[in-house]
């Protein structure tokens, strides 16, 4: 891990979108529970998180997705929004339970009613759908019988992931698996800070390694049904650099890296759990089933790099097992988002370069990079410079990796509109759109037009 170290910015923004190549997609990535709202309308089923959102101490001052940005009911106005911001590439997710409310069983004639609507805008106004099958909102019905835990959800997944293809296949051709597994799987069943709230390494590890089965297994039904499909699925990354430059911080940083970089691709390439660095991870090995070597394995067209941040790790004797602890930005007194994340550019060129040595990695796609900055709305307007050098900023990292060679194909904003974040609930603005989420208005930041006038000058 030798990474490049900062250095500042001093030219004017000068990129524009023919530098990246002519065929570099740029869009803007967001996720169904975040944006949809109408939670419980016709037949949809619970997720995890319409329960974990309702209890109490859960989210920030108990937030809750069941409204958020309304989407569901203003898509139409939120696709000529984009169209009109000249964003040709909308990556949306599909909630899971709007379209098999018990998740296994029925499907929901108004759940397909609706997605068909929302792709058949997208289309009409020229704006490519790029299709996340699972983000983050698994049905409570599966969740009531282990969730992520229970070796089952192999097959209640492959069926939602027929079911997708068949309905929506005809004009969805670009498909991610599973969004950021190492999340979900962490936050959710290790932690207990995302839904559905679970700890410990007894609900963790299986939960891994059947996320593991599911991102090979979605893949080879997309690429069955689907053959002209463009098919990949998505990971969480942040450069990790010791925060000393002492052994002890060293393997330390190797072991975070192995956990937060590593432990999800790797096997889908073949190379198995990176059980060398973090040692507990070999008693995965106890839900592992003889056929499962050849099914967690995959040869998926694109890679999705999320990046946001680098994380700066030291050696901590009472974190159980990893030994290794993350120092947050503030402690570091660093520049920092409204989340605690670092402003670190350089984070996102190490990690396509990283990820760009993985022999069976073919192509990236940055499918989130963003930030949260305390906007405010004055007299009809965000002037959210943070947000414009922010992505500037991580743009031309970008630019260098595939200039130096990085076979790195498009660049996805995290988010459109400001929307539900997850713990945070909406207290961090992640949007190029300012959503006043007590009448539904729409306000472009002026990092939403900077984005404009970039895409528009191609
Ligand atoms: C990602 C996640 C998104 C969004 C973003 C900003 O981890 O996929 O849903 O919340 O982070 O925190």
């Known amino acids: 891990m030798n990474f490049t170290e900062p250095k500042p910015t001093i030219k004017a923004f000068s990129l524009k979108p023919q530098d990246f190549g002519e065929d570099f997609e740029f869009g803007v990535s967001t996720a169904a529970y975040q944006i949809e709202g109408a939670h419980s309308i016709h037949d949809k089923g619970a997720s995890i998180w319409d329960t974990f ?6 989210i920030f001052k108990n937030h ?20 009109s911001m000249n964003i040709r590439n909308f990556r949306f997710s599909l909630a899971w339970s709007r379209i098999i409310p018990n998740g296994f069983g029925a499907v929901s004639k108004s759940g397909i009613d609706y997605y068909n609507k929302v792709i058949d805008f997208c289309l009409k106004c020229g704006i490519t759908p790029w299709v996340t099958l699972y983000h983050w909102d698994l049905p409570q019905a599966l969740q009531d019988k282990g969730g992520w835990t229970n070796r089952d959800i192999v097959n209640w997944f492959e069926n ?37 709230g679970d700890k410990g390494l007894k609900n963790l590890l299986p939960a891994i390694h059947h996320a593991v089965l599911c991102q090979g297994i979605g893949g080879r039904v ?29 393997l330390a940083a190797k072991k975070a890296d ?36 050849n099914n ?45 994340w670092e402003v670190f550019p350089p984070s996102i060129y190490n ?45 031309e990292q970008v630019h260098k990796a595939k200039k130096e060679g990085a076979n790195v194909d498009g660049y996805f904003v995290w988010t459109f509109t400001d929307n539900f974040e997850w713990a945070e609930g909406y207290r961090t603005r992640f949007g190029l759109v300012y959503t006043d989420f007590k009448t539904q208005e729409r306000i472009v930041k002026s990092s939403g037009k900077w984005y404009q006038s970039f895409l528009g000058n191609q």
């Open 53 to 58: 959102t309702s209890k109490k101490g859960a």
């Open 64 to 83: 809750h997705g069941q409204i958020t940005c309304d989407f569901y009911n203003k898509y139409e106005e939120d696709i000529l929004l984009m169209q």
């Open 160 to 196: 939602y992931v027929q079911v997708c293809a068949q309905h929506f296949g005809d004009r969805v051709k670009h498909w991610m698996v599973l969004n950021e597994p190492m999340v979900f799987t962490g936050a959710g069943y290790f932690l207990g800070v995302h839904a559905p």
């Open 222 to 250: 997309l690429r069955k049904l689907l053959p002209d499909a463009q098919i990949g699925t998505t990971f969480s990354c942040s450069q990790i650099t010791p925060y000393r430059n002492t052994p002890r911080d060293i």
């Open 258 to 293: 192995a956990l937060l970089n590593r432990l999800f691709i790797e096997p889908i390439l073949g190379l198995g759990y990176p059980t060398e660095h973090v040692p507990v991870l070999k008693r995965i090995e106890h839900y592992i089933n003889p056929e499962d070597e």
């Open 296 to 340: 967690m394995v995959f040869d998926f067209d694109f890679i999705g790099v999320q990046n946001y941040t680098r994380e700066m790790v030291k050696h901590h004797w009472f974190v159980p097992y990893l030994r290794a602890k993350i120092v947050p930005a503030s402690k570091r007194k660093v520049k920092s988002t409204l989340m605690d």
């Open 351 to 395: 990690m396509i370069k990283q990820f760009n040595q993985y022999e069976g990695v073919k192509k990236i796609i940055i499918t989130e990079n963003g930030a949260a900055f305390p906007d405010t709305l004055i007299n009809g307007e965000v002037n959210d410079t943070d947000r414009k050098h922010y992505l500037q900023a991580h743009l």
